[in-house]
C-alpha cells in the first residue's frame, strides 16, 4: 500500500510506547502489520531502535522498473544503439544520489555505472572525466562498499581493458595475466582474460607467445562451450599470426571465425571484417580487396559511433598507404 510507510515510520517504534502489543486496537494493528508486509516485500528486515528504514512501496516499484531499464540497456549496447543505453542509464543515475540508497538500490547504482563504463568504452571514450575509466571505477569503488567481490573482480578486467586500448600494454598484459587465475571470477571471465593477455602481448610485438595463450584459451572456451568466445579467440589468433608473417595460418583462423561467429552486432561486425582486411592487406596480391573491404568497415565504424574502431581502420589505412608509396629518389 504505497505512501503508508513514511506514516509507519514516524510512528514506529514510538507509536507503541507503553502499551503492550496485545493490548493494541485492531485498526493500529492492521497498520502494523502493512508496515511489516511493505518491508518484507522490500527485503528489508523490520525496523528497530537506531536503524533507518529507506526502503518503501513506491522504491521497490521504482528498483523493479529500473532493473528492467537495466535490461534493456544490455540489449541496446550489443545493438550499439548508444543514444537509447544513455538515456536509460541517466533515466536512474540522475535520480538518486547513492547516498540516498538502500543496499538494492546502491547495486543497482553501481550496474548502472558498469554500464555506463560499456557504453563509453565501446563509443571510444576510454580516458577522462566522462570516460569508460572513470565510470569503472566509480562502480568499482560501489562494489567494494557492497562487498561483492566478484563485481569487483570484473571491474578490474574491464579497467584492464581500458589501459590495453589506451595503449599501455605491458600494464594490461600484467593485470590480465594475474586475472586469469584469480578465483573471483568465473571459469569465462578468465579465459577471457587469457586471451586478452595474449593481444595485449600481440600487439606489443610478443606474438610466439601470445599465440601460445590464445591457443590455450580457446581450449578453455570450447571446454566451456562458448562458441561466440571461440570464434572470437580465432579471430585473435588470426592476428597473432599475421604479426609473426604466418599468412597461411592467419587465412585459415580467420575464416574459422567467419564461417563460426554470429557477428550479429555492429561491433562485432566491424572487427571480424577489420581483422580479415588486415591480413588481406599484408598480401600485395590482394591489397586491393583488402581495402575496398576496410573503406565498408570505416563505414559501419562511422554510422554506429565505433570511434575506437575507426581510429584503428585509419591507423591500418595510413599504415598501408605508407609502405605501398613509391620512395622519392
Not at 537506531?50 to 522498473?65: N, Q
Request: glycine share 6%; charged share 25%.
Amino acid at each position: 500500500m504505497p505512501g503508508r510507510s513514511a506514516t509507519a515510520k514516524s510512528v514506529h517504534p514510538a507509536g507503541c510506547r507503553g502499551r503492550k502489543p496485545d493490548d493494541r486496537p485492531s485498526s493500529e494493528k492492521a497498520v502494523h502489520l502493512r508496515f511489516e508486509t511493505l518491508l518484507s516485500e522490500a527485503g528489508r528486515p523490520a525496523a528497530g531502535p537506531g536503524r533507518r528504514v529507506t526502503a518503501s512501496g513506491p522504491r521497490t516499484w521504482a528498483y523493479e522498473t529500473w532493473t528492467d531499464d537495466l535490461d534493456r540497456v544490455v540489449v541496446s549496447l550489443s545493438r550499439q544503439n548508444f543514444t537509447f543505453a544513455d538515456r536509460l542509464l541517466n533515466r536512474w543515475l540522475e535520480q538518486f544520489e547513492p547516498m540516498e540508497l538502500d543496499n538494492k538500490g546502491l547495486y543497482l547504482y553501481a550496474r548502472s555505472t558498469a554500464l555506463l563504463g560499456d557504453l563509453n568504452r565501446d563509443r571510444g571514450a576510454v580516458l577522462g572525466p566522462l570516460s569508460a575509466q572513470h565510470s569503472y571505477a566509480g562502480a568499482r569503488a560501489l562494489f567494494c562498499q557492497l562487498d561483492i567481490p566478484r563485481r569487483v573482480a570484473q571491474l578490474d578486467l574491464s579497467l584492464a581493458v581500458v589501459a590495453e586500448m589506451s595503449g599501455k600494454l605491458e600494464l594490461a598484459a600484467r593485470h590480465y595475466e594475474a586475472l586469469a587465475v584469480d578465483d573471483r571470477l568465473s571459469h569465462r571471465d578468465k579465459a577471457r582474460a587469457r586471451i586478452w593477455v595474449g593481444t595485449a602481448l600481440s600487439k606489443d610485438g610478443n606474438h610466439d607467445y601470445a599465440t601460445r595463450v590464445m591457443t590455450a584459451a580457446t581450449r578453455d572456451f570450447e571446454d566451456l562451450e562458448e562458441p561466440d568466445d571461440w570464434s572470437v579467440a580465432h579471430q585473435k589468433l588470426a592476428l597473432a599470426h599475421r604479426g609473426v608473417g604466418d599468412l597461411t595460418q592467419a587465412l585459415h583462423f580467420i575464416d574459422i571465425a567467419r564461417r563460426t561467429g554470429t557477428a550479429e552486432s555492429p561491433m562485432q561486425r566491424v572487427r571480424l571484417d577489420t581483422a580479415h582486411r588486415h591480413i588481406l592487406l599484408s598480401d600485395p596480391a590482394t591489397l586491393d580487396d583488402g581495402l575496398y573491404v576496410l573503406d565498408r568497415a570505416a563505414t559501419m565504424a562511422a554510422q554506429y559511433g565505433l570511434h575506437h574502431q575507426l581510429a584503428s581502420i585509419e591507423g591500418i589505412r595510413t599504415t598501408i598507404e605508407g609502405t605501398s608509396r613509391p620512395r622519392r629518389r
